[in-house]
Every structure is written in C-alpha cells, then in structure tokens.
C-alpha cells in the first residue's frame, strides 16, 4: 500500500480548499460546479492524513478544526472533526434513504435559532421547512422567518455519504445557503466528518448583515484567533466570520448531540440530545453561551412539542 507524505496530503488539501474558494467567489458552489469537486472517500481521508497536526493540537478539547472565509458576496464556514461514533452508526442516523431527510429535523431544533423544522411529504419529497429567528427566545412562528431546504444525499459508497441541504433565501436579504455534510470510515470505530455552512449575499444583504452585526450581534466573535503571533492576548475573529463560524459550530454540536443520544431509550433521547448540546456549547462560552441552561431547555422542549403537533 502507497504511503502519503505529509507534504503531498498538505498540497492535496489546499488544492481543494483552493478550488472550493473559486468556486465559492463565483457563485457559492452552484450545483453544477460542485459536482466537479472530488469529494470521495479517498480525497476525504487525504483531507484528514494533512489535518491531524491541527486535530490533535487545539482549543477546541476535541479532534476538530475550523477555518472560515469571507468574499465581497459569500462566507464560509468549515469544521472537519473526528468523531467516537463507527460509520454505520452516523450513516443510518444521518443517510438514512427510508427516512429521507426527517433526521434531520432533530438536529436542526437543536439551534437556538432553529424554532421549527418539518419534513414535506415522504422520503421522496425530499424537503425541509425551518423557521429561524435571530432571538434565543420563545417565538410564535408568524414572527420568524420560513426557509425551505432541498435536501440531496448527493454522494453514497462504501464507507463514504455526502448530504447537501440547499434553501433559495434567507433573513435579511441573505440567499444560496449551504449546509453540506460529508463522512468517512476511519479505523478503529471512528468516522470523520467535513461540514460546510454557507450563504450568499447582495449589497442589500450585506447591508442588512451588517446593521445586525452593529446592533443584536453586537459585540459577538467567532473562534479564529487573528491577533499577530508575538501578540500577548488572543483576538477573536467578529464580524460575519465571527458569525458563521458561531453557527458552523452550533451545526456541529447538534450534529454530535444527536449522535450522542442514540444509545438513550427511545423516551429519553430528546431530553439527552438538549442536554448533550447545551453542555458542549457552554465549553465555549464567549461565542456561544446566549441562555442559561433551564431557559435552553424549556424553549426547546416547547419548540419540539409545536414541532410534532402543527403540521
């Protein structure tokens, strides 16, 4: 068997990443192109043979890194992770072709913005209605904002799935959002996952992003240090980097909280995956801490019982 050296991992790496950067100036990985990426089970392994300096040595106390990128029209989130779960356990929770995309609505409410999710139809509709608020608060649904996501399991082989969540519009003039999942089997039990979250925006939008970020998002950072090297102190990232790695983050640990949960008796998991989530994000506490715990758990548990019962 061929041996990858560090070098040729690294240069394979930021080929990709290079031709996802391309891809994202002109248009936020339109379908068509996206295509054209080999995003395979090999190109993911070569991903993660480069990554391990960076999964092993972290703040995150976990085997996971985040880059993010802004361009004059998108950003970008990135999170690669390690994950203590074997691949059939995350497939059949994730990639799942007799349940279609209504897994996923269980991850999704997790979100402290997430108010409502619903699957249309069948496995074969193969959509996703969720309401989204900028509050971390109980809302009625008539003052959020409905997006709706095609879901495509894009990619599945041997040890291997890509799953692509794709809505037209967002809040705030914002458009083209992304939230792709990829995995692959790696020894010893683990798998590892690559999740992207992304969205487009005009002059309007960024306008609008921009007068959010001055006012509710005020003040808020994401987990990039920028500070120069020889500085003393850390500086985190802000601005709508800060912001989608933020919620990049909180992706991933609904991700990981639903995994989590599997092992509960059918009643208990709901109560574990909102614990399993609120416990991870307070590890974080300067970007992600917004609530304290018995207000997460109650709007959640409120926001699910409307989840099951309004159709």
């Known amino acids: 068997m061929s041996t990858i050296t560090r070098s040729q991992a690294g240069d394979c790496l930021r080929r990709r990443m290079c031709t996802l950067a391309i891809l994202a100036a002109c248009g936020l990985l339109c379908p068509a192109l996206w295509a054209q990426i080999p995003d395979d089970a090999a190109s993911l392994r070569t991903a993660y043979l480069s990554l391990v300096p960076q999964l092993d040595q972290n703040p995150f106390h976990r085997r996971m890194y985040l880059d ?21 356990i995350v497939a059949a929770a994730l990639n799942d072709p007799s349940k279609g ?58 040890g291997y799935f890509r799953i692509k969540l794709h809505a037209n519009s967002g809040p705030l003039n914002t458009r083209d959002y992304q939230i792709v999942l990829e995995a692959v089997s790696l020894s010893n039990g683990r798998t590892f996952l690559h999740l992207t979250y992304a969205y487009s925006y005009g002059m309007v939008g960024r306008l609008a992003m921009k007068g959010y970020l001055a006012t509710f998002g005020s003040g808020k950072v994401g987990f990039t240090n920028i500070a120069d090297p020889s500085a003393a102190q850390v500086e985190y990232v802000g601005g709508l980097r800060g912001l989608v790695e933020r919620n990049t983050m909180r992706y991933y640990l609904a991700i990981d909280a639903y995994l989590g949960s599997l092992s509960s008796p059918p009643d208990k998991r709901l109560e574990q995956r909102l614990s399993n989530w609120f416990s991870a994000s307070e590890q974080y506490p300067r970007q992600l801490h917004e609530i304290d715990r018995q207000s997460y758990m109650q709007m959640k548990q409120e926001e699910c019982r409307r989840q099951q019962t309004i159709q």
């Not at 990128?69 to 691949?87: D, H, I, R, W």
């Not at 496995?123 to 809302?139: F, H, M, Q």
């Open 68 to 88: 993010s990128q802004e361009s004059p029209s998108t950003v970008k989130g990135e999170l690669f992770a390690v994950m203590e779960y074997p691949f059939a």
């Open 101 to 158: 995309p209504a897994n996923w609505c269980d991850v999704l409410i997790l979100h402290p913005n997430t108010k409502y999710c619903r699957a249309l139809g069948g496995s074969g509709d193969n959509k996703l209605i969720v309401n989204i608020s900028a509050e971390e608060v109980a809302e009625e649904l008539s003052a959020t904002h409905r997006m709706q996501f095609d879901y495509n399991a894009a990619a599945t082989g041997p």
